[in-house]
């Protein structure tokens, strides 16, 4: 990539030399780079005080040993590891992945991009991610828990309610978080806030299952009615994915009066032209555990198709990514373009190319960028936290007003830093660029001691 900025471009390249077959971290960085050049072009102080070329580092990579017993009495061995990528603003805080494309790339370009969304938030956490290569698909229970058990028996060196808090991610639902919790407690002696997620009887937050997706959709309903006098009601939705992220942004989606018609999963994906039916998809998903093209056999009207990128060829009026990284492609998005879709918000973490986004900004779309319409999770996660700190718990509507004014103001806040550092309504760039303030500003007044 290329920058203006001579300094930018000396910490890029040198973010590229040093991390050599990490492209996920090296796209993630670059994204955040190319939006700081007018904040380091109007602040020497950035390059004075070295804080581009400290973000960018990771304050600690560990990664570690996992072995546990499978049900054959087969020794299996997995690959832990927890970034703790910057601490400025407070405990790292970051979910836990666990899925066969987790690698160091991976988890370092998600511990990065949660430094400027946990900033967005307006919340005291720092940020960090981790996670593991296991794969939980087809395991038993027992398999679950003994490997969870293991990966926490060495994550319990490194976390702690003032030091770190994982959460869920990929992989990672109540049933995982609720075996790693367990464990930590009985390794600590201790009953703390250490993750988040949790299960409701042991101090979970009412309203953290449908976070991120509600706020995908509190965002987007915001974004629409400020830059376009719009909203989602009577809006065609396009929804990638049928996990926890996807579920709550359709369920909210309807809310609002839109009509989600597709989910998907890494198969394949379900079209159903008279709006998806989320009793039939949450039986199929969270108590069966099954893949989404049981769908049709439930559903009439409804049909499957093999392959995940063909969802993106249903037309819409709004497209809600909330997969996997880098799931729309160049192609994908000019399909979209071309189907009139008006409307991309990213649910999942970075799920557009640079090159899509770029399309997307080039026709005009209204383009909410993962960093700050995703961070409805981690927000209440912050919530969770603030509750167990306190030791009491806030029924299902106040956590979900904080929620929803949280979500207002972080689309205020990209939008206004757009206008004042960018062009107007590059939401790329002012999410980047909000988070970034915060966060640097912290790391001026610590000193250099990372
Ligand atoms: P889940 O594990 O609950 O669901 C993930 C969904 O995405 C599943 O339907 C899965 O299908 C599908 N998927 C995974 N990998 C691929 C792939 N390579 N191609 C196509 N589909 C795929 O995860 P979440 O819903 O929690 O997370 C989804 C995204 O949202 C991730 O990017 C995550 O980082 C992000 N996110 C999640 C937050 C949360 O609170 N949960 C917070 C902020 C961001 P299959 O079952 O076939 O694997």
């Given at each position: 990539?290329?920058?203006?900025?001579?300094?930018?471009?000396?910490?890029?390249?040198?973010?590229?030399?040093?991390?050599?077959?990490?492209?996920?971290?090296?796209?993630?960085?670059?994204?955040?780079?190319?939006?700081?050049?007018?904040?380091?072009?109007?602040?020497?102080?950035y390059?004075?005080?070295?804080?581009?070329?400290?973000?960018?580092?990771?304050?600690?990579?560990?990664?570690?040993?996992?072995?546990?017993?499978?049900?054959?009495?087969?020794?299996?061995?997995?690959?832990?590891?927890?970034?703790?990528?910057?601490?400025?603003?407070?405990?790292?805080?970051?979910?836990l992945?666990?899925?066969?494309?987790?690698?160091?790339?991976?988890?370092?370009?998600?511990?990065?991009?949660?430094?400027?969304?946990?900033?967005?938030?307006?919340?005291?956490?720092?940020?960090?991610?981790?996670?593991?290569?296991?794969?939980?698909?087809?395991?038993?229970?027992?398999e679950?828990?003994?490997?969870?058990?293991?990966?926490?028996?060495?994550?319990?060196?490194?976390?702690?309610?003032?030091?770190?808090v994982?959460?869920?991610?990929?992989g990672?639902?109540?049933?995982?978080?609720?075996?790693?919790?367990?464990?930590?407690?009985?390794?600590?002696?201790?009953?703390?806030?250490?993750?988040?997620?949790?299960?409701?009887?042991?101090?979970?937050?009412?309203?953290?299952?449908?976070?991120?997706?509600?706020g995908?959709?509190?965002?987007?309903?915001?974004?629409?009615?400020?830059?376009?006098?719009?909203?989602?009601?009577?809006?065609?939705?396009?929804?990638?994915?049928?996990?926890?992220?996807?579920?709550?942004?359709?369920?909210?989606?309807?809310?609002?009066?839109?009509?989600?018609?597709?989910?998907?999963?890494?198969?394949?994906?379900?079209?159903?032209?008279?709006?998806?039916?989320?009793?039939?998809?949450?039986?199929?998903?969270?108590?069966?555990?099954?893949?989404?093209?049981?769908?049709?056999?439930?559903?009439?009207?409804?049909?499957?198709?093999?392959?995940?990128?063909?969802?993106?060829?249903?037309?819409?009026?709004?497209?809600?990514?909330?997969?996997?990284?880098?799931e729309?492609?160049?192609?994908?998005?000019?399909?979209?373009?071309?189907?009139?879709?008006?409307?991309?918000?990213?649910?999942?973490?970075?799920?557009?190319?640079?090159?899509?986004?770029?399309?997307?900004?080039?026709?005009?779309?209204?383009?909410?960028?993962?960093k700050?319409?995703?961070?409805?999770?981690?927000a209440?996660?912050?919530?969770?936290?603030?509750?167990?700190?306190?030791?009491?718990?806030?029924?299902?509507?106040?956590?979900?007003?904080?929620?929803?004014?949280?979500?207002?103001?972080?689309?205020?806040?990209?939008?206004?830093?757009?206008?004042?550092?960018?062009?107007?309504?590059?939401?790329?760039?002012?999410?980047?660029?909000?988070?970034?303030?915060?966060?640097?500003?912290?790391?001026?007044w610590?000193?250099?001691?990372?």
């Amino acid at each position: 990539m290329e920058f203006k900025s001579e300094y930018l471009q000396r910490v890029y390249d040198k973010v590229v030399k040093t991390n050599p077959g990490e492209p996920e971290f090296i796209q993630a960085v670059g994204e955040v780079l190319e939006s700081l050049e007018p904040v380091v072009a109007k602040d020497s102080s950035y390059e004075e005080n070295g804080i581009i070329d400290r973000i960018v580092e990771p304050e600690r990579m560990i990664s570690f040993r996992v072995s546990w017993v499978d049900d054959n009495g087969k020794v299996q061995v997995n690959r832990g590891y927890r970034c703790q990528f910057n601490s400025a603003i407070g405990p790292y805080k970051g979910g836990l992945r666990l899925h066969p494309s987790v690698c160091p790339s991976v988890i370092k370009f998600l511990g990065f991009e949660q430094i400027f969304k946990n900033s967005l938030t307006s919340l005291p956490m720092g940020g960090g991610k981790g996670g593991s290569n296991f794969d939980p698909k087809g395991k038993s229970d027992g398999e679950i828990m003994r490997f969870c058990q293991s990966f926490m028996t060495e994550l319990s060196k490194h976390i702690g309610a003032d030091t770190d808090v994982p959460a869920g991610d990929i992989g990672t639902g109540a049933r995982e978080i609720g075996y790693m919790f367990g464990q930590y407690k009985r390794l600590r002696n201790e009953f703390t806030g250490v993750l988040t997620g949790k299960g409701l009887s042991y101090g979970g937050s009412l309203a953290r299952t449908e976070a991120t997706g509600y706020g995908l959709l509190y965002f987007t309903e915001e974004m629409m009615n400020v830059m376009k006098n719009d909203s989602v009601a009577g809006k065609t939705i396009v929804v990638s994915g049928s996990g926890n992220v996807a579920i709550y942004a359709t369920e909210k989606a309807t809310q609002l009066g839109g009509k989600v018609v597709a989910l998907s999963d890494s198969n394949g994906y379900i079209y159903d032209p008279n709006g998806i039916n989320l009793d039939v998809v949450k039986q199929i998903k969270e108590v069966e555990r099954k893949r989404i093209k049981e769908y049709v056999d439930r559903v009439d009207g409804a049909t499957y198709t093999e392959g995940c990128k063909g969802i993106w060829t249903i037309p819409c009026d709004i497209a809600l990514p909330c997969a996997t990284q880098n799931e729309i492609d160049a192609e994908s998005a000019e399909i979209l373009i071309k189907n009139g879709t008006k409307v991309v918000a990213e649910g999942a973490n970075m799920p557009s190319t640079p090159e899509a986004i770029a399309k997307f900004q080039a026709a005009g779309l209204l383009f909410g960028p993962a960093k700050a319409a995703n961070a409805g999770g981690v927000a209440t996660s912050g919530l969770e936290m603030s509750q167990n700190s306190e030791r009491l718990s806030w029924t299902f509507e106040e956590v979900d007003a904080k929620l929803k004014n949280i979500m207002v103001n972080i689309f205020h806040n990209a939008y206004n830093a757009s206008k004042e550092y960018s062009e107007e309504g590059n939401l790329v760039a002012g999410a980047n660029i909000a988070g970034f303030l915060k966060v640097a500003d912290a790391m001026k007044w610590q000193g250099i001691a990372y």
